[in-house]
């Protein structure tokens, strides 16, 4: 079995300040890892994904994500960030020995950057 | 850019209705699932298609069919609508090169049973 846990309802942070969005998953085997954003009216966008490699990742509007073995935990970052950030994040897991191509979400976290 | 369109934004619907929800996708994508969106659940798999004429059940297919007769169209179909289905439904697609694990999704369609 695969799961996510998105531990935060909200985060909210000051524009310009880093930020985080927690993720920690569970699967048998290795996972894949991935994290999606939701503006508002609009559906679901690709951000990043962990498949192999460097434990950091680089994904889209200047994010980047941490995977850590030990800690099983995908934590989604970004330096500095802006208003325009504010939206509904997804993290989301598939594990590689699951033959199919389904992914396991969390329940979302929603980021509010204030001005 | 991949396009994923959903036939309706909104829907009110009443008690024991049959509803459809119209997914097409315009990159020729293998894949096609339908999710369900409910505040604090995230989303939840309904059903999917590796391909036309085949289907896989999700997390959750129970009150719902589906219908792939044409690889860029993927239907949802509530036999008898109830009010526990009132939902945000999301369809999305993928390619199965690359592991496939790339959603696109619509933009969603938000349905009210009365």
């Known amino acids: 079995a695969q799961s996510v846990a998105q531990p935060e309802d909200q985060v909210n942070v000051a524009e310009g300040n880093p930020l985080t969005v927690k993720c920690t998953y569970s699967?048998?085997?290795?996972?894949?890892l991935f994290w999606y954003v939701q503006y508002p009216n609009r559906g679901l966008q690709f951000l990043l994904k962990?498949?192999?490699?460097?434990?950091l990742v680089k994904g889209s509007y200047g994010f980047e994500a941490e995977f850590n073995k030990s800690q099983t935990s995908f934590h989604l970052k970004k330096p500095s960030a802006l208003v325009s950030d504010s939206a509904l994040y997804f993290c989301a897991v598939r594990d590689i020995t699951n033959a199919g191509n389904m992914l396991t979400f969390g329940g979302g976290t929603r980021l509010m950057v204030k001005p | 850019d991949v396009k994923v369109t959903q036939s309706s934004r909104y829907l009110v619907k009443r008690t024991g209705e049959k509803v459809f929800l119209e997914c097409v996708q315009d990159m020729d994508h293998e894949n096609m699932f339908w999710y369900r969106q409910d505040p604090g659940l995230g989303l939840r798999l309904i059903y999917f298609s590796y391909d036309v004429k085949m289907k896989e059940k999700g997390d959750i297919p129970e009150g719902y069919s589906v219908s792939r007769e044409k690889k860029e169209r993927f239907s949802l179909i509530l036999e008898s609508a109830s009010t526990n289905q009132t939902s945000m439904y999301l369809c999305?697609?993928?390619?199965?090169?690359?592991?496939?694990?790339?959603?696109?999704f619509g933009s969603g369609t938000q349905l009210s049973v009365l």
């Open positions: 699967v048998s085997g290795n996972p894949y």
């Open positions: 999305a697609s993928s390619t199965q090169q690359g592991g496939g694990e790339k959603l696109f």
């Open positions: 962990y498949i192999t490699g460097d434990n």
